[in-house]
């Protein structure tokens, strides 16, 4: 065999490999590239443009690494924060102590072992333009949290990079390479660098106007997290009954998600119970038990048994949810819930379920990151990815309405305006829900905890938008965004 046959076999080796992942994403995200990616003018993943584009790299690819790359770029191209190429992640890794932040329309350090490159604007990445560098940007655990505008323009993305190398050249024409350390490293100076707040439940009040206020940073936490902040939320709570208080703001800017337990949590504030109903369609032949099994179990798998699944169940099932948020018999009535550009995933879903139920009005800055009626992810691996370590994350479902996928505040303001504008909001909220009236009339352990919580909560004042509140989430660089995606709808 000579070498232009040696290399045909190796390409036809890849091609055969990828041909598997296209149709999987042809059968499954067809309809959301084409109703909600090319709705906000981006680009078909899966256009006909694009299979010769990745055609093309595949010709030239000669290696495992190459086409895990290339794997990575074509799930990063569907923007889809469910869809991600997965490393094995158990080894430690050297990573650049890098972050990199879209700001004000340019690229900027936000934080790094460089301090004097903190703030500087870079022109490009290992002599890539920057632009050009984060339309193709891979990383390789695939986190990504990135969010569009509604003219499909990508706007405050927070990455690591992911090449061998990490050449930086700066407005200024300075060029400053930045050298691997130790993950672990890395993850505590990024976390001291950027002023991370240990505790992911705030409670308080609002200096000025006194409405009682409490912030939930994310809802990706392990059993006993979410225990201390059950805790954190009803002791709050039960401090607010015994004030009478009526009104609350719930602050889940910068959430990305994590499990549905905190709805039932947020019953706390709840004078009655509020349910939302959530259609969607199932997506890969699997029911949502299966699903549920598969990520208990960690199972990843394999490409060709779940396309012959959807081969035998090609029809997708329509399904439903209910998102409930019990009871609670607070003495809150009027409640207004902040979110932001990054609220994702289940944290979208507490939105949809606010808006839809009545629980509360919708405030925010922007269209939230959306995707909060899928229902959990699922795992699938080809022979090269498993021989890499690697498996390809997916949604098991999506939403119906694609005009829907995020979610649209009821009320949109500015961001200097949020403490100005609360109060005013507050009073409309009260007026309109007078309207409506007038229109249609522990363990040991546990109580440990509790006492925990207790002594936060004796914090009387909290100033909105302080920048320790709400600059403290940056999932590319927290470990807990693996339980983040995970968990997502449990």
């Known amino acids: 065999m000579n070498k232009q046959e040696q290399m045909q076999q190796v390409n036809n080796k890849y091609l055969d490999d990828f041909k598997k992942i296209q149709e999987l994403m042809n059968k499954t995200m067809d309809k959301y590239c084409a109703e909600f990616l090319e709705g906000k003018g981006l680009p078909n993943p899966l256009s006909e443009d694009n299979k010769n584009r990745i055609l093309e790299q595949l010709n030239h690819c000669t290696n495992d690494e190459q086409y895990r790359k290339i794997v990575d770029g074509y799930l990063q191209s569907f923007h889809q924060g469910h869809l991600y190429l997965k490393q094995n992640l158990e080894k430690k890794q050297d990573v650049f102590p890098l972050i990199v932040r879209f700001q004000d329309g340019k690229y900027i350090v936000g934080a790094s072992n460089q301090d004097n490159l903190e703030g500087m604007e870079i022109n490009a990445i290992n002599g890539i333009p920057i632009q050009e560098y984060v339309v193709n940007h891979t990383f390789a655990n695939g986190y990504r949290a990135f969010a569009f505008d509604k003219d499909g323009n990508l706007y405050c993305p927070e990455f690591q990079i992911n090449d061998e190398v990490c050449n930086l050249t700066?407005?200024?024409?300075?060029?400053?390479?930045?050298?691997?350390?130790?993950?672990?490293?890395?993850?505590?100076?990024?976390?001291?660098?950027?002023?991370?707040?240990?505790?992911?439940?705030?409670?308080?009040?609002?200096?000025?106007?006194?409405?009682?206020?409490?912030?939930?940073?994310?809802?990706?936490?392990?059993?006993?997290?979410?225990?201390?902040?059950?805790?954190?939320?009803?002791?709050?709570?039960?401090?607010?009954?015994?004030?009478g208080q009526t009104d609350i703001v719930i602050d889940i800017r910068g959430n990305g998600g994590g499990s549905d337990e905190y709805f039932e949590y947020l019953g706390a504030f709840a004078d009655k119970d509020y349910s939302q109903e959530h259609e969607y369609e199932q997506l890969v032949g699997l029911n949502e038990q299966e699903v549920?099994?598969?990520?208990?179990?960690?199972?990843?798998?394999?490409?060709?048994?779940?396309?012959?699944?959807?081969?035998?169940?090609?029809?997708?099932e329509i399904g439903s949810h209910v998102s409930t948020i019990p009871n609670g018999n607070s003495s809150i009535t009027n409640r207004i819930l902040l979110v932001d550009g990054k609220v994702f995933?289940?944290?979208?879903?507490?939105?949809?379920?606010?808006?839809?139920?009545?629980?509360?009005?919708?405030?925010?800055?922007?269209?939230?990151?959306?995707d909060g009626r899928g229902v959990s992810t699922y795992s699938v691996d080809t022979p090269i990815l498993r021989d890499l370590g690697a498996s390809i994350t997916m949604p098991s479902s999506m939403g119906l309405d694609f005009n829907d996928f995020q979610t649209k505040p009821d009320i949109i303001v500015r961001e200097q305006d949020l403490n100005e504008n609360l109060s005013q909001i507050m009073d409309q909220v009260k007026e309109q829900k007078q309207d409506l009236d007038k229109n249609d009339k522990p363990l040991e352990e546990e109580n440990q905890i509790s006492e925990q919580a207790q002594e936060l909560i004796d914090k009387s004042e909290i100033v909105l938008n302080q920048p320790q509140q709400k600059e403290n989430v940056t999932v590319e660089w927290q470990e807990s965004n693996t339980e983040q995606t995970e968990q997502t709808n449990e």
């Open 170 to 243: 700066m407005q200024d024409g300075i060029e400053q390479a930045i050298d691997k350390i130790p993950r672990e490293q890395a993850l505590n100076l990024m976390a001291q660098k950027q002023g991370y707040i240990k505790e992911n439940v705030i409670c308080g009040k609002l200096t000025g106007s006194g409405i009682p206020y409490i912030c939930i940073q994310s809802f990706a936490r392990d059993k006993k997290g979410k225990e201390y902040d059950r805790q954190i939320i009803e002791n709050f709570a039960k401090k607010l009954n015994e004030e």
């Open 292 to 316: 549920n099994a598969n990520m208990s179990e960690k199972k990843i798998d394999d490409i060709e048994s779940v396309l012959d699944k959807i081969e035998q169940n090609p029809n997708r």
């Open 345 to 370: 995933s289940s944290a979208d879903k507490l939105a949809k379920t606010v808006q839809g139920s009545g629980f509360a009005t919708v405030v925010g800055t922007e269209l939230t990151a959306g």
